[in-house]
Nanobody, 126 residues
Framework: QVQLVESGGGLVQAGGSLRLSCAASGVTFSTYDMAWFRQNPGQERDFVAAIRWSGSSTFYADSVKGRFTISRDNAKNTVYLQMNSLKPEDTAVYYC???????????????????WGQGTQVTVSS
């Protein structure tokens, strides 16, 4: 069973940057697809970005394309989300998610990821 621990959230002004990290343990990290989702109270968990187990492909929500970058370091068992040009509407709890490679399902739905971290709060002030 994979354990995921997010870090790096906080309060930032609009236009600023943050880098989220998600450290994985308990599995062979390099065989897992990784993703970031975000959620506000009373709303569904929304897709932000994903990266294939090999790192060969990345996927982004339209709302973050050109501003956010997902990457991974398999030697450190860590996936990152670099967030630039932050907007107040980026405010949410950000969750790291994982699934084994070749898992059936899309990259974009929270229902297709069986493993989750505890989340880290990102607040962007205007």
């Amino acid at each position: 069973q994979v354990q995921l621990v997010e870090s790096g959230g906080g309060l930032v002004q609009a236009g600023g940057s943050l880098r989220l990290s998600c450290a994985a343990s308990g599995v062979t990290f390099s065989t897992y697809d990784m993703a970031w989702f975000r959620q506000n109270p009373g709303q569904e968990r929304d897709f932000v970005a994903a990266i294939r187990w090999s790192g060969s492909s990345t996927f982004y929500a339209d709302s973050v394309k050109g501003r956010f970058t997902i990457s991974r370091d398999n030697a450190k068992n860590t996936v990152y989300l670099q967030m630039n040009s932050l907007k107040p509407e980026d405010t949410a709890v950000y969750y790291c998610a994982a699934r084994p490679r070749y898992y059936s399902g899309t990259y974009y739905s929270f229902r297709d990821y069986p493993s989750w971290g505890q989340g880290t709060q990102v607040t962007v002030s205007s």
